[in-house]
């Protein structure tokens, strides 16, 4: 635990160093969440509710998952990747510290600074130019974030499972892009699921992505309430378990067939 905690401090430090990148990140995050109320505006087209989701509810949508991107790193993730084709992963692999561990710790830093930053300063924000819904007593606020660091265990577990392509092609970049815009569209990040017809939900639900982002905003919005909530917690718990394991089995698989490339 000492080594994982000390990766954590390192990569926190390391991206509290790019405060310009930081800040250049947060005005593109508002200009962003600006652009997305204004399309839910014009969809809404003067409604107060489309399919149980009140306007307020679309624009804290827009707002919460912007909120999300950096956090979740919902735009893709090539740090493993990256090792292999620099050939940095050898020492990786030799270091005293599990593989799925020693990049959860690297990860986790970054995550935090930017949900410090680019999650709940630009929603605090993003609340003084809109009208957002928030949750409703202790119990909500408990779920939602016990949700929330589920997500982002689903979140780097699915991230870490598809880098691991790296340790079979040298393709995996192209690969991890196809994969990172699919989990775009099938998580709920770019519309809300329950406004998208019910066959194509139903779909995404079949998948673990949903569990990634539209559990945590439908707990934050209050569209997921009462026994729904430990229902979909159990979800998304047995998803990441899924992912863990998937992810173990095919590194131990991949990593007989991998070859370093680079130094």
């Not at 893709?76 to 510290?97: F, K, M, Q």
């Not at 605090?124 to 957002?132: D, S, Y």
């Not at 378990?241 to 370093?260: C, D, E, F, P, S």
């Amino acid at each position: 635990m000492k080594v994982f905690g000390r990766l954590v401090q390192i990569s926190f430090r390391q991206q509290l160093t790019y405060r310009t990148a930081m800040l250049a990140g947060l005005a593109t995050n508002l200009f962003f969440g600006m652009l997305r109320v204004a399309v839910m505006v014009a969809l809404y087209n003067g409604q107060k509710s489309v399919n149980g989701l009140s306007m307020e509810g679309a624009i804290t949508f827009a707002g919460l998952t912007q909120a999300m991107i950096m956090f979740l790193m919902l735009f893709g993730y090539t740090e493993i990747i990256l090792s292999v084709t620099t050939g940095a992963v050898a020492g990786d692999l030799l270091r005293p510290i599990d593989y799925f561990v020693l990049w959860l710790g690297k990860d986790l830093g970054r995550a935090l600074v930017n949900l410090l930053v680019r999650g709940i300063f630009f929603f605090a924000l993003f609340a003084l130019f809109f009208h957002i819904i928030l949750p409703q007593g202790f119990i909500q606020w408990l779920a939602f974030g016990l949700s929330l660091v589920l997500s982002y265990l689903l979140s780097f577990s699915w991230r870490f499972l598809v880098n691991l392509a790296s340790f079979w092609t040298p393709d995996a970049i192209g690969i991890s892009r196809i994969l990172f815009l699919l989990t775009q569209f099938l998580s709920g990040f770019l519309f809300p699921l329950q406004l998208l017809p019910d066959w194509f939900s139903a779909m995404c639900k079949m998948t673990p992505f949903p569990s990634i982002v539209n559990t945590p905003v439908g707990i934050f919005l209050g569209t997921i309430q009462g026994g729904s909530i430990g229902l979909e917690l159990l979800r998304q718990a047995i998803w990441l378990g899924g992912l863990v394991l998937a992810g173990q089995l095919i590194y131990r698989a991949g990593i007989r067939k991998l070859v370093v490339q680079g130094g």
